[in-house]
């Protein structure tokens, strides 16, 4: 009997992070169900998406795996992965049960782990790349949002407020800045982990997108930057996210 397919439905919402969920879903080439919302007025997700979502924060994206739900769109991009230590067990358990067939324990285990992401391209086996990219799946929250988000926020109370605000708060989104173009130097410059797109590029890219379209730090340019993300935006399972999707900031 053939795998069953996956049962997923992604809530997507409109100028929010779930661009990264469903470009990870078209670069694994998964088929999945699309609940899209538009934001409010105010820029808040509608009361639809909360109720939809079933989540208790109603935070987008969300992913739902059949009966599973799942939130944050770090903790989603992990989720689709095959963790190299699940591998690293399978031989352990046949020490433990000994015998010319695969001892059931052994199946969910490797269905678990090739399910999503067979070829390992998104998170690499290698152990210096997986590093880095899980350093780059957590820099986009814990860097680069967690120093542009209190901009949005400071906006929608007090515009004029932000506006004498936003020098400061250029300074840590510029030095976050410094470390993208220089990690992108000391590479190919066209991806930020390897020669392909991985879970480093679908995490990150929104952020600096969402950082250039609040042009904080705009008195500067990074070049480097600037072509790296011409060139993932450029890509097929980007391009087809957008499309199916309708993502706009």
Same mark, same amino acid.
């Given at each position: 009997?053939?795998?069953?397919?996956?049962?997923?439905?992604?809530?997507?919402?409109?100028?929010?992070?779930?661009?990264?969920?469903?470009?990870?879903?078209?670069?694994?080439?998964?088929?999945?169900?699309?609940?899209?919302?538009?934001?409010?007025?105010?820029?808040?997700?509608?009361?639809?998406?909360?109720?939809?979502?079933?989540?208790?924060?109603?935070?987008?994206?969300?992913?739902?795996?059949?009966?599973?739900?799942?939130?944050?769109?770090?903790?989603?991009?992990?989720?689709?992965?095959?963790?190299?230590?699940?591998?690293?067990?399978?031989? +352990? %358990?046949? @020490?433990?049960?000994?015998?010319? !067939?695969?001892?059931?324990?052994?199946?969910?285990? #490797? *269905? =678990?782990?090739?399910?999503?992401?067979?070829?390992?391209?998104?998170?690499?086996?290698?152990?210096?790349?997986?590093?880095?990219?899980?350093?780059?799946?957590?820099?986009?929250?814990?860097?680069?949002?967690?120093?542009?988000?209190?901009?949005?926020?400071?906006?929608?109370?007090?515009?004029?407020?932000?506006?004498?605000?936003?020098?400061?708060?250029?300074? +840590? %989104?510029? @030095?976050?800045?410094?470390?993208? !173009?220089?990690?992108?130097?000391?590479?190919?410059? #066209? *991806? =930020?982990?390897?020669?392909?797109?991985?879970?480093?590029?679908?995490?990150?890219?929104?952020?600096?997108?969402?950082?250039?379209?609040?042009?904080?730090?705009?008195?500067?340019?990074?070049?480097?930057?600037?072509?790296?993300?011409?060139?993932?935006?450029?890509?097929?399972?980007?391009?087809?996210?957008?499309?199916?999707?309708?993502?706009?900031?």
């Amino acid at each position: 009997m053939g795998l069953k397919m996956p049962d997923l439905t992604l809530y997507f919402l409109q100028a929010s992070r779930s661009i990264r969920i469903a470009w990870l879903l078209e670069e694994l080439g998964l088929d999945y169900k699309l609940e899209a919302y538009d934001r409010e007025d105010t820029g808040l997700a509608p009361a639809g998406f909360k109720q939809s979502c079933g989540t208790a924060l109603g935070k987008a994206p969300v992913l739902k795996d059949g009966k599973l739900t799942l939130q944050e769109s770090g903790a989603i991009t992990e989720y689709v992965f095959p963790f190299p230590s699940c591998i690293s067990a399978i031989p +352990n %358990v046949l @020490r433990l049960h000994p015998s010319r !067939e695969p001892h059931p324990l052994t199946v969910p285990a #490797r *269905y =678990l782990c090739e399910h999503y992401d067979k070829s390992h391209r998104l998170l690499p086996t290698e152990q210096a790349q997986r590093v880095k990219v899980r350093e780059w799946i957590h820099a986009a929250e814990g860097a680069f949002m967690v120093h542009c988000l209190p901009m949005v926020y400071v906006r929608r109370i007090d515009a004029s407020a932000a506006e004498r605000l936003a020098p400061g708060l250029a300074g +840590n %989104v510029a @030095r976050d800045l410094d470390w993208l !173009e220089a990690e992108l130097k000391r590479g190919n410059g #066209r *991806y =930020l982990v390897g020669d392909h797109v991985t879970a480093a590029d679908t995490m990150v890219a929104f952020s600096i997108q969402f950082i250039f379209w609040l042009k904080l730090a705009q008195d500067r340019k990074w070049e480097g930057i600037e072509a790296w993300l011409r060139n993932v935006e450029a890509g097929e399972t980007y391009q087809r996210a957008v499309a199916k999707t309708g993502h706009h900031l």
